[in-house]
């Protein structure tokens, strides 16, 4: 079992930045490909970004590339999403996922694990 939680988020204006930080416990993310997905309000939730589990490929949504940077640092056992120039409809609870898998693609539906959220509000 992995377990995340998310951290990293608030409220900020549009053009500011963000960094989200998922910390797993109860395995290392060694082999794991992680993502970070988002559920806006009234929303269904959606993917956002996904990394191998080298950082040896990474995949965005079409509306945040550019915007959005994941990373991780597998001996710290974290993955980060990096949020610069935000906009109002990036407003959403992000949610950090895992999936066990040493392939650089991945299907972004197969995730396993998740965490509980946090929440990013962006004013205009």
């Known amino acids: 079992q992995v377990q995340l939680v998310e951290s990293g988020g608030g409220l900020v204006q549009a053009g500011g930045s963000l960094r989200l930080s998922c910390l797993a416990s109860g395995r290392t993310i060694g082999d794991y490909a992680m993502g970070w997905f988002r559920r806006a309000p009234g929303k269904e939730r959606e993917f956002v970004a996904a990394i191998s589990w080298n950082s040896g490929a990474t995949y965005y949504q079409d509306s945040v590339k550019g915007r959005f940077t994941i990373s991780r640092d597998n001996a710290k056992n974290t993955v980060y999403l990096q949020i610069n120039s935000l906009k109002p409809e990036d407003t959403a609870v992000y949610y950090c996922?895992?999936?066990?898998?040493?392939?650089?693609?991945?299907?972004?539906?197969?995730?396993?694990?998740w965490g509980q959220g946090t929440q990013v509000t962006v004013s205009s």
């Open positions: 996922a895992a999936m066990r898998t040493i392939s650089q693609s991945m299907d972004v539906n197969r995730f396993t694990y």
